[in-house]
């Protein structure tokens, strides 16, 4: 499984910004895919964005138009461009990704916490 490493998480009032990274220990140029998901307290982990080998992203409905999945495979690094961020976006955030378009998500890291309040 692919070793990744989330940062970038912090405390930010309504309507700020912040980006997540999702460094990897290899290179990501032939990983099929990588994920960025959430949990907030109290509920389920969610797939928030995620962004192919070919660049191809997808989003959920909840923060299509504020946030942004990207990937650089010079640094080895998928980022989460998250804006206008609001209270429901507090949660833990996660990245995992697929070897494969075959293999399932590897083990799940230390998470990044994104607190949003005023």
């Known amino acids: 499984q692919v070793q990744l490493v989330e940062s970038g998480g912090g405390s930010v009032q309504p309507g700020g910004s912040l980006r997540l990274s999702c460094a990897a220990s290899?290179?990501?140029?032939?990983?099929?895919?990588v994920y960025w998901y959430r949990q907030a307290p109290g509920k389920q982990r969610e797939l928030v964005a995620s962004?192919?080998?070919?660049?191809?992203?997808d989003y959920a409905d909840s923060v299509k138009d504020r946030f942004t999945i990207s990937r650089d495979n010079t640094k080895n690094t998928v980022y989460l461009q998250i804006n206008s961020l609001r209270p429901e976006d507090t949660a833990v955030y996660y990245c995992?990704?697929?070897?494969?378009?075959?293999?399932?998500?590897?083990?799940w890291g230390q998470g990044t916490q994104v607190t949003v309040s005023s």
């Open positions: 290899e290179s990501i140029r032939s990983i099929w895919s």
């Open positions: 995992n990704a697929r070897r494969t378009m075959f293999t399932p998500l590897g083990s």
């Open positions: 962004i192919t080998i070919g660049g191809t992203t």
